[in-house]
């Protein structure tokens, strides 16, 4: 799996907008925007540099994306997905609470929903089992085991596959 970046990212750019136009050169594992930037991971190297070729500088919505590599470590994580976040919430107020359970390496938050990957796959159970039933910021934490999560859930993924754990927020 390759990890990209694609930068400049235009304001009407939509995940599934960004997913086709990448999955022309290969399987699309992973697509997330964040602000005016997202990722992509694409499961092939060969498919990876094509889509860099390709797509770097490609015009999207009039503007000129940037297409590379992602320069961040490559190292294996667990990904929560987090939904319902509070709007006065920053980033490092969140990577805090779920640092309680392990390393975190990444917190992202994009308007009412968050990505934390988590170093360790244990880690990210224990702060879903650990988080259940708590409240933050106003909100409270509900676990569950489920295999459809609903719009204001937490999936755990582990690489491209969903392992069917879930938090939820509620009021």
């Given at each position: 799996m390759v990890k990209l970046f694609?930068?400049?990212?235009?304001?009407?750019?939509?995940?599934?907008e960004i997913r086709s136009l990448f999955e022309q050169y290969g399987r699309v594992l992973e697509c997330d925007i964040i602000k005016n930037y997202g990722f992509v991971h694409i499961e092939d190297k060969?498919?990876?540099e094509d889509a860099i070729r390709n797509l770097h500088h490609y015009k999207l919505h009039g503007v000129c994306i940037n297409v590379e590599a992602s320069k961040n470590k490559?190292?294996?994580?667990?990904?929560?997905?987090?939904?319902n976040i509070s709007p006065s919430c920053t980033n490092l107020e969140l990577r805090s609470k779920f640092e309680e359970y392990g390393p975190v390496l990444e917190c992202d938050i994009v308007k009412d929903y968050a990505f934390v990957h988590m170093e360790r796959a244990e880690d990210a159970v224990e702060a879903i089992r650990g988080l259940d039933n708590t409240e933050f910021q106003g909100r409270l934490f509900e676990g569950w085991t489920s295999g459809s999560c609903g719009t204001s859930a937490a999936k755990l993924?582990?690489?491209?596959?969903c392992v069917d754990l879930c938090l939820a927020w509620s009021h």
């Open positions: 694609i930068g400049n990212l235009p304001r009407e750019a939509t995940e599934q060969t498919a990876a490559s190292k294996a994580s667990t990904k929560l997905h987090v939904g993924y582990q690489a491209s596959r």
